[in-house]
């Protein structure tokens, strides 16, 4: 009489099972964090050539009219009329955009503001950072992500490199921690000294714990949030140099826009099908 005791071949089946399903979890465990590395690694890659673009399209106004443009464009009664994303437009492929719009009026104006919302939405890879969320507010106007340094960007600037020693030190534009406000609104400028990843009214991604800065000379740096005091007070940029306080003042809140008062737009399409002459009509709202 054998004294070996076999095992049914469903309990093998069992085991391997078993086994199989622990092999996957551990090459799930072990993949995950790859994954999620290598998704956050791309995300910093877009959020990089957005700033390039950005830097590249500045740099080409400055090249055109020798000082940066506006940080704001106010009438003397106080009107926000544009940003200083707006005066960059032609310097990132939009043109035919800018050509459209009327600067003689502000940009949320009823008749144009949807030029604005689908201007901003087809360029979205440029102004939004894509490891920060939300992107549209309930308006279906778009947050940025990004904004100006406000010693270079504030209400009416007119800032020039050698007047204002602006050297490539000097902090152009970067992450905007929290606050944000839709591109186009004429108060995208934030201040330095507040610190990277420390108030939501200052620069940071929290996201990432750090900011990704465009700086004076065309180059994107990793700034962390404990900087030096002397590489802060840098990339600020001379304090004989900083705007007064009404210049960098911005409304605490921006109410949302009324979407029933929008003017529609109607692309009207040239023959050639190039779009080198199309056209747009205004259609105002029911009633």
């Not at 604005?116 to 950072?129: A, C, E, K, L, P």
């Not at 100006?148 to 534009?173: A, E, K, P, W």
Request: with cysteine; proline share 8%; aromatic share 12%.
């Amino acid at each position: 009489m054998s004294n070996d005791v076999s095992v049914p071949a469903r309990e093998y089946s069992r085991i391997g099972v078993i086994v199989t399903i622990l092999v996957l979890l551990v090459v799930v465990c072990l993949c995950v964090p790859a994954i999620q590395q290598a998704r956050e690694a791309a995300r910093r890659s877009q959020s990089r050539n957005g700033l390039k673009q950005i830097g590249l399209a500045l740099s080409n106004y400055y090249d055109s009219f020798s000082r940066f443009p506006p940080g704001g464009v106010f009438g003397r009664d106080g009107t926000a009329y544009h940003s200083w994303t707006s005066s960059i437009a032609p310097y990132l492929d939009a043109s035919p955009w800018y050509n459209q719009v009327d600067f003689s009026i502000p940009w949320d104006d009823p008749r144009q503001v949807d030029l604005f919302r689908d201007w901003v939405g087809q360029q979205s890879h440029i102004w939004t950072n894509p490891s920060v969320s939300p992107v549209y507010r309930a308006d279906g106007l778009v947050f940025g992500h990004y904004a100006g340094n406000q010693t270079i960007f504030y209400r009416n600037s007119s800032v020039d490199r050698f007047r204002h020693g602006v050297d490539s030190g000097r902090l152009l534009v970067a992450d905007a921690l929290g606050n944000q406000i839709p591109v186009g609104f004429p108060y995208e400028w934030r201040d330095v000294n507040l610190g990277f990843v420390a108030s939501p009214d200052g620069f940071g991604c929290r996201p990432r714990k750090n900011t990704e800065c465009l700086m004076a000379d065309g180059r994107v740096d990793v700034i962390t949030s404990n900087v030096d005091a002397t590489v802060l007070a840098a990339m600020a940029g001379p304090a004989e140099h900083f705007p007064d306080s009404k210049e960098v003042a911005k409304p605490r809140d921006f109410p949302l826009i009324d979407v029933s008062r929008i003017w529609r737009i109607k692309w009207i399409p040239n023959e050639d099908h190039f779009g080198k002459s199309d056209r747009v009509r205004r259609v105002p709202p029911p009633g």
